[in-house]
């Protein structure tokens, strides 16, 4: 019995060394709720992708639904494949499981999309991971152009305020689409007018800016204004334009910069089947990677055709256009619904032909 009793002791001994071994030399694992509820779903994988080992320059969390999450980060392309592999561990340990990886190319950046389900059959729970991982200028200059060759999209803001506008518009005979400013005198009339020509029609919705004491469009959507206010807005002018195949944001230099409010926006827009195009009035806006993350059909602004004003800008920005449209296989131009501009397009837009360079409406640019 003693000689038992010794051995006894000697392997619980062994069994505690053992143990203090594994917690000192394995990595320790967050303590997930198990199943991945629609409540943590999102914020345990957002603690996962902020770890400072990643080096994310960018991490925001939306919450887009009961049971739905989405984040984007921001990170260097060398470090994806480190969080690639650590990642797909974590989704599994939660455990939940990873339904769909995407990658597509453009605008300078490469994005990898995960689509993560966990949860239970009676509480689903659903992340959406965008990761963005801009490209060197090398790397985007050597990128080739789609199949089919390249294309570039002309939108004209402003819209709304003169029918005579849209005729001459009409009148280039291109494939030309029109953002039209709701809560204007001929909203609905040029709306009509551009459809009837068989142009394009698209929404542009006003947003905050950050420049105070500049003139601001009828109802234009703050900051501070809650979701339901902004949804209510957002859905009341898209009944004012007539034939709107999508959206792009008039100023919202302060607006777009604001996570929360990009998705009461573009949540409207993704139930009405909408594509939608970021104006980038600011760098920092995050309208774009959002509408991405929500898998709407989105493109972003490349070129302000006539800022400042004049025939020589719009032509030196048109073929800023495209040779963009060249070297990346797409490109989105804006102007504005102004006479000197229309003239300027008159000449201007033939050097798309010489450039090789095919004009699409907006909805043909999106991804």
């Known amino acids: 019995m003693p000689h038992r009793a010794s051995l006894l002791l000697f392997a619980a001994a062994l069994l505690i060394v053992v143990v203090g071994f594994l917690t000192v030399e394995c990595p320790s694992r967050p303590d997930y709720p198990a199943g991945g509820s629609a409540r943590d779903l999102g914020p345990v994988l957002k603690d996962a992708v902020s770890r400072p080992a990643f080096g994310a320059s960018s991490v925001h969390l939306f919450k887009a639904g009961e049971s739905e999450w989405h ?80 294309v570039a999209a002309i939108i004209i803001d402003d819209v709304g305020y003169n029918v005579d506008i849209v005729r001459a518009l009409a009148a280039l005979n291109r494939p030309l689409t029109l953002a039209v400013l709701p809560g204007c005198p001929y909203t609905r009339d040029s709306a009509r007018a551009a459809l009837a020509f068989g142009l394009e029609v698209m929404l542009h919705l006003p947003l905050e800016s950050l420049e105070r004491g500049t003139a601001r469009a009828p109802g234009t959507i703050d900051t501070n204004m809650p979701r339901a206010e902004i949804e209510e807005r957002v859905a009341a002018f898209l009944d004012e334009i007539p034939g ?124």
């Open 71 to 150: 984040i984007q980060v921001i990170l260097p392309l060398e470090k994806y494949a480190a969080l690639e592999a650590g990642l797909e561990e974590t989704i599994r340990a939660i455990p939940a499981r990873l339904a769909k990886k995407e990658e597509e190319r453009g605008d300078g950046s490469i994005r990898f999309l995960w689509d993560v389900l966990g949860g239970t059959d009676e509480a689903p729970a659903r992340t959406i991971l965008l990761f963005v991982c801009p490209e060197s200028p090398a790397a985007v200059h050597e990128r080739p152009a789609p199949t089919g060759g390249p």
């Open 244 to 367: 709107a195949r999508g959206v792009n944001n008039h100023t919202g230099s302060k607006a777009t910069e604001d996570p929360a409010v990009m998705i009461s926006v573009l949540e409207v827009i993704k139930a009405r089947g909408l594509y939608f195009i970021d104006s980038r009035t600011s760098r920092r806006s995050v309208a774009y990677d959002a509408a991405k993350a929500l898998g709407i059909p989105s493109a972003s602004r490349r070129v302000f055709l006539d800022q400042p004003p004049g025939a020589g800008t719009v032509r030196a920005r048109l073929e800023e256009l495209f040779r963009m449209a060249r070297r990346d296989g797409t490109a989105v131009g804006i102007g504005h619904a102004r006479t000197e501009t229309i003239e300027a397009l008159k000449a201007g837009l033939a050097l798309a032909d010489a450039a090789g360079v095919k004009l699409v409406f907006a909805s043909q640019i999106v991804r």
